[in-house]
């Protein structure tokens, strides 16, 4: 396979590199997250006049015309920044389901809105006792006068304080793991009985508990045929774990890159530390497994349009094990070799280790993915 990208591709790149090297400073991220939504609305701003926000949409919908790679090249960038705004949220989750299972009319409402900017979403399907189950759904949806009434609660709805729309999965029929009987609705997130309480992750980014109390949601917003949703939710989920694990390798190189700055110029006993041969070993390891996270989160972007869908599943939890076990030695080199400092709030490498770990946790943890590729071989 060609892994060189086109000369398109290499623009977008650069560009996203270089605004966010002008814009993007650890100091000026640490005055996003004393915003009141946690991020910065000038960035969002200048994420859609550059185009980012429109990378995988369809150019009839004001997108880029691209792919899981150009999402894969942004999503680096935005890593290796540690930025905040809800692009995974708004335009990978929000955007795929909407690509994937919306209609024409949905489409056109919806995708040229997010493109401009004008429009968040956040895709509100994980519950309190589900536990990475993607088919353990409770929120119930019920027929009701000229549409369906949905109840029930979700958990963890990344950036789902500032969304201005919900992408909520309800039950309408089966049993409360199964696949079948699961549908994905279209909610305005100031529609009557929908609550939302909005907080902090341990790395900073946002998440909201959403709670859905006799809402009404009509035929014109259900995405796709009602019950048969879940192949959906599979796949948008699969495209947060590509999405997530080129996030992951931007992170890695940071902290490759601030880890070698230190060991090059923190003295000790009168010379840099980095002249120690454990601490040279140690900075291989670390770019040895930065490399070995960067294949795997190859492995996932080109798995995302997979169609055999078991195969797909398998090679996307293959690569959440192994950008996940890489991040998590990367991370925790970065923070032995830097010391105390590397734990304070005033240090950056901290931040990347918390989001890191947050990243790991996401849409399945190790256990989680390698308990799936037991259970394919068992």
Known sequence: MDFDLSDDQRLLADSVTR??????????RKGFLRQPQGWSADMWAQYAELG?????????HGGFGGGPVEVMLVMQELGRALALEPYLATVVLGGAAIRLAGNAAQQGAILPAIAEGRRKLAFAHGEREARYDLADVQTTARRGSGGWVLDGAKSVVLHGDSADTLVVSARIGGERDDPDGIGLFLVDADRDGCARRG???RDGSR???VSLTGVAVADADVLG????????????????????????????EAMQSLTLEYARTREQFGKPIGTNQVVQHRLSE????LEQGRSMAMLATISVEEPDPAERARSVSMAKVGYGQAARFVSQQAIQLHGGIGMTEEYAVGHYFRRAMVIEHTFGDTAYHLGRLAAQVA
């Not at 959906?232 to 989920?237: D, E, G, K, M, W």
């Open 52 to 60: 980012l926000l429109g990378v995988p949409f369809a150019e009839e």
């Open 225 to 252: 045929e009602p019950g048969q949703a879940f192949p959906v939710i599979a796949r948008v989920v699969e495209a947060g774990i590509a999405a997530m694990g080129a996030e992951a390798v931007g992170a890695m």
């Open 207 to 209: 998440a909201a508990e």
């Open 199 to 201: 907080y902090a992750l």
């Open 286 to 289: 670390m770019l040895m497994a």
């Open 19 to 28: 605004l966010l090297a002008d814009r993007y400073g650890f100091e000026a």
